[in-house]
């Protein structure tokens, strides 16, 4: 059984940091595209930040320069730092292997910044 589990999150100034962790079982997380999600209320889900099975790293424009995605295979485990975070970044914040439909998700772990 494939599980994807995400951690990490919590309530945190503005400017201040989180380190979100995903850690898989079941699936080799090296092997996949790894995608971070958030979900603020009432608005869509988007796409944050992506890391290639070789390491290489996307971000969404309102995160760059903030945020760093990153893997460590060994355990099995993809990060997200984020760094300087703003209340804007508040939301529930999924990881993603593989496809946005097909693919594996985590049940998600919330963020909140507050003022």
């Known amino acids: 059984q494939v599980q994807l589990v995400e951690s990490g999150g919590g309530l945190v100034q503005a400017g201040g940091s989180l380190r979100l962790s995903c850690t898989a079982s079941?699936?080799?997380?090296?092997?996949?595209?790894i995608n971070w999600y958030r979900q603020a209320p009432g608005k869509q889900r988007e796409l944050v930040a992506a890391?290639?099975?070789?390491?290489?790293?996307n971000y969404a424009d309102s995160v760059k320069g903030r945020f760093t995605i990153s893997r460590d295979n060994a355990k099995n485990t993809v990060y997200l730092q984020m760094n300087s975070l703003k209340p804007e970044d508040t939301a529930v914040y999924y990881c993603?292997?593989?496809?946005?439909?097909?693919?594996?998700w985590g049940q998600g772990t919330q963020v909140t910044v507050s003022s």
């Open positions: 079941g699936i080799i997380l090296r092997k996949y595209v």
């Open positions: 890391i290639s099975s070789g390491g290489s790293a």
């Open positions: 993603n292997a593989g496809a946005y439909i097909s693919g594996y």
